[in-house]
């Protein structure tokens, strides 16, 4: 089959989604054929998480809200560990502007680079998918849509192949204490948190100790709260906090407002923040083509963390579906990889040496001990697809990673206000002109300094 006959459904225009719109373009701007592509996504733009909306639970359409997206939110991870080496921030912005941006700010980048093709065309918003089955017979994919603009369940499609971009993280986890369901104050998931003033003069407890625990105990902080108790299941983060941020282990049972913890001691709380993470959700797929898996570094099943080996003959791709240390770099080559491979640039072993090679990633995932193991691990993972696609460019950041985790150790308060050089430009950014702790406006305009 020509390239030009084959159909391929892209599920969801996030940063995964958005980078396998890109590479295709990027092939056809070569001049080389490519196939037909369809990219679906529920929402009424691109972006994923990366698109704010202020609306939680259900959408105005009854859909499940897909972001987890905050205001004043800012990047916890250098810009340079993020940056595109095909589109820099420098070529961006038209010139330097610091390490650790704001959520509009980094927004306008990757829209930036989306706008740099005629992807658009390709992608029908307002779109949720309702259900994906695999044809025996005919080697291909039964795709059902729903137009939510007009309220009505398309007719079937029929696909060579579909890319799961939806992302990972806009169904929560919610963990039950004993007590929790008589608690007075409010409890919220993380994803459900929106602004960070709502906590002023309240005592909060935050449950977890992984980063989105850490940045909304801080953010907290930051807009007025009294102080913040952070409790963790395996280990604390051992990061210096601000005398007004503790950590505790897990509770135990809650009465009242009083929330009894594992080392027998109570704190008194307004209110429960829960970050607990996600769970994998493909309500969408059938059974067979259902990765199921918790939030890991290499979910199993997947050969280079992308083709779905169980199901789909080799024609089910995931993206993004990793615990991420490295975010839009590893989607990217992730991207082109599966880009390279629909287009028959990339064969693929017999089904045994696929397994295997998932079996031997998944087991070296499960030797990891430390936090700087895993990066190594995910820059490895990194390295292997860039390597396969003939990337071009470098993408390791386990130096930088380093030298954040020196600066976090130093003062997790200020580490957003330290510089980095960018691998590709050599450009060092500039230092913000006011500390994080400090930097009440988030918009665009305040961050890059614009006058008017």
Not at 28 to 48: A, Y
Not at 271 to 289: K, Q, R
Not at 295 to 324: E, F
Not at 378 to 389: E, G, P, R, Y
């Amino acid at each position: 089959m020509s390239q030009a006959a084959k159909r391929v459904c892209v599920i969801g225009a996030g940063p995964s989604g958005m980078s396998v719109l890109y590479h295709f373009h990027q092939l056809k701007t070569q001049g080389k054929e490519i196939p037909e592509i369809v990219c679906f996504d529920k929402q009424s733009d691109w972006g994923g998480l990366w698109k704010y909306s202020w609306e939680t639970g259900t959408d105005k359409y009854g859909e499940p809200v897909h972001g987890s997206m905050y205001r004043d939110l800012w990047s916890n991870i250098p810009k340079e560990c993020l940056e595109y080496p095909d589109y820099t921030f420098d070529e961006h912005f038209g010139k330097p502007i610091p390490s650790f941006p704001p959520r509009d700010v980094l927004y306008d980048y990757l829209k930036g680079r989306w706008s740099k093709g005629d992807l658009r065309p390709w992608i029908r918003f307002n779109h949720v998918i309702r259900q994906v089955t695999y044809n025996d017979s005919t080697d291909d994919f039964s795709v059902v849509a729903k137009d939510l603009l007009e309220d009505r369940m398309l007719p079937t499609q029929r696909f060579d192949h579909v890319i799961v971009a939806t992302g990972h993280y806009s169904v929560p986890n919610v963990p039950f204490f004993p007590g929790i369901d008589q608690f007075p104050g409010r409890i919220l998931h993380s994803h459900d948190f929106r602004n960070a003033s709502q906590f002023k003069n309240k005592k909060v407890l935050v449950i977890g100790s992984r980063f989105s625990a850490e940045d909304i105990a801080l953010q907290c902080v930051k807009y007025g709260a009294v102080n913040v108790v952070c409790t963790w299941r395996t280990k604390p983060m051992c990061f210096p906090l601000p005398p007004q941020i503790t950590e505790k282990p897990l509770p135990t049972k809650i009465e009242g407002r009083t929330v009894h913890l594992k080392d027998d001691t109570t704190i008194e709380v307004d209110d429960i923040i829960l970050c607990t993470g996600y769970l994998l959700s493909f309500p969408f797929l059938a059974d067979n083509l259902r990765l199921k898996s918790t939030n890991v570094l290499y979910p199993p099943g997947l050969y280079k963390g992308t083709i779905w080996t169980q199901g789909g003959n080799n024609k089910l791709l995931y993206m993004g579906m990793q615990d991420q240390l490295y975010t839009f770099t590893m989607f990217d080559a992730q991207a082109k990889w599966a880009v390279n491979y629909i287009t028959g640039e990339i064969s693929l072993p017999d089904k045994q040496t696929m397994e295997d090679d998932c079996k031997e990633w998944v087991a070296r995932m499960k030797e990891l001990k430390e936090f700087f193991d895993e990066v190594d691990f995910q820059s490895a993972f990194v390295a292997d697809l860039a390597k396969d696609t003939n990337y071009g460019y470098d993408l390791d950041i386990v130096k930088l990673v380093h030298v954040l985790i020196e600066h976090k150790m130093t003062d997790v308060t200020t580490y957003r206000d330290q510089s980095y050089t960018s691998m590709f430009t050599g450009t060092k950014s500039p230092v913000h002109h006011t500390p994080f702790i400090k930097a009440f406006d988030d918009s665009m305009k305040c961050f890059l300094d614009i006058k008017e």
